[in-house]
């Protein structure tokens, strides 16, 4: 099994095989999680917002499309245990940044979280090149890899950006909670981007409609049907979650 890692586009089956469309993010991944590292104060905080953008539709999109089809295609247990481990990963990486967004951590605080957040994002980039995406390599055909990876692709431009432990990481719960959070997710992007280039107080009511959203995505997320396909251990009422 070799990984993806250093492959040429036309191993991986051309430009939008679903190898290929996973590998660009995640060296753009790569770049941001260098960038956080050697920085504070607002300039983390904005390359935290970049990461966030890019992270959450890339991991609803695995979820929702890729990752079922992965335990479809992957003999016994194979892509069940696989998936677990990843699924496990994204919901700690939520949970990371719901700490640094709704607690307002000290800069000393907001130090070891940050720290396991670049951790666990360079687990699930190793733990998907090294083994899930390989096995998929040698089990499908190129044209198959295509075809996942415009599904993938689709999901991932019309997906949530922001963090949601509570939403199931499975189907068929995320997949009902995909549309209202995209919707609420994008709306605050809009807003908060507007904020941010605003006097003080345009950007004042417009933070504050931004939060009116996070409060109505807290009771969208919170609806039970959302919630259908966890597993326990990925569940926010889990004490391993
Ligand atoms: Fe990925
Ligand atoms: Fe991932």
Redesign the pocket.
């Known amino acids: 099994m070799t990984s993806i890692a250093h492959q040429s586009v036309a191993e991986l089956g051309g430009e939008w095989s679903i190898l290929n469309r996973?590998r660009r993010d995640h060296v753009r991944l790569d770049e941001l999680l260098h960038q956080l590292e050697g920085s504070e104060g607002q300039e983390q905080r904005a390359v935290l917002r970049e990461i966030n953008r890019l992270?959450f539709p890339?991991?609803f999109a695995?979820?929702s499309v890729l990752w079922p089809a992965l335990r479809r295609i992957l003999p016994g247990d194979e892509g069940e245990r696989l998936t677990l481990q990843?699924e496990q990963?994204?919901q700690e990486?939520n949970h990371l940044v719901v700490q640094l967004d709704s607690e307002e951590p000290s800069e000393e605080e907001r130090r070891p979280v940050i720290e396991r957040l670049i951790e666990v994002?360079r687990e699930?980039?190793r733990?998907?090149e090294d083994e899930l995406l390989p096995r998929l390599q040698e089990l499908v055909p190129p044209a198959q890899l295509r075809a996942l990876g415009l599904a993938w692709e689709a999901v991932r431009r019309t997906a949530p950006t922001r963090p949601h432990p509570t939403v199931a990481r499975r189907p068929p719960g995320n997949a009902l909670a995909g549309l209202p959070l995209t919707v609420i997710d994008r709306s605050r992007d809009v807003l908060d981007r507007g904020a941010e280039r605003s006097t003080v107080p345009t950007a004042r009511r417009l933070r504050g409609l931004s939060q009116a959203l996070a409060g109505i995505a807290g009771r969208v997320e919170r609806v039970g049907v959302m919630r259908v396909g966890e597993d326990p251990s990925t569940s926010v009422d889990d004490p391993r979650a």
Do not use: G, I, S, T
């Open positions: 996973q992270v890339h991991a695995e979820e990843v990963e994204h990486v994002l699930d980039v733990d998907e």
